[in-house]
């Protein structure tokens, strides 16, 4: 009797110290796997874009969503494919800034180099009641560009998470990394390469909700 008890104690022990470390290592493993590969989940239509001098709005998805990217939705919302300058924590400051040039164009400026992104149209895109408008501009003849947005392929639990703002759902329970790739290039052969990252968080009543990304990187190299 006192043998089985031990040995029950021993698999109670085991199951509590690999529980413990799968919460502890499933974050740093799910980074390791990211670096090696994510999941696409879409592939938006970067030109025309959005720019009202605080976020950039790019447009619907050309090919995706392969799975609802936020709540049960279908599609991705607007507010989903709108992403400021902000850099991540703890400074938060702006990781570029954008700005028109004398002759309409919108330039992105980083670390000293400049880019040049598009050129104003005139026209602006639908913006919901209340919020500023939204000026469009569209790429120069012979860019490049794509967007994709993608996420982990491994989830990691977030037992302590707490639903501060909300959809009404719970508690997150899960949580995953979402990364927008912008790759831009020009006709001279000038590149910019732009990423976002932040987490999604996973509730069972709302599936995946509204990702928090900031801008993480920005690369820009000269036309050779």
Known sequence: MTSALGRAGVAFTGILLLGGAWLLLARPLSEALDAMGTARVATLSPSPFGW??????????????????????????????????????????????????????LVLTSAGKRFVLALRTGRSLPVQDGERAMPE?????????????????????????????????????????????????????????????????????????????SLAKVEIRQAP
Do not use: C
Request: charged share 15%.
């Open 52 to 105: 009202n001098g605080d976020w950039l709005q790019f447009g619907p998805p050309i090919a995706g969503p392969s799975e609802p990217f936020v709540l049960r939705e279908p599609g991705i919302d607007p507010q989903f494919r709108s992403l400021d300058l902000s850099a991540p924590g703890p400074l938060y400051g702006h990781a570029a800034e954008i700005g028109e040039d004398g002759s309409g164009r």
């Open 137 to 213: 501009y569209v790429a120069e003849p012979g860019d490049q560009a794509s967007l994709t947005i993608e996420r982990s392929l491994l989830a990691w639990p977030a037992p302590f998470a707490l639903n501060v703002v909300g959809f009404g759902g719970g508690a997150a329970t899960w949580k995953r990394h979402v990364y927008y790739r912008l790759s831009w290039l020009k006709a001279s052969g000038a590149r910019l390469s732009m990423l976002w990252a932040g987490e999604q968080p996973y509730d069972p009543v709302n599936l995946w909700g509204a990702p928090a990304a």
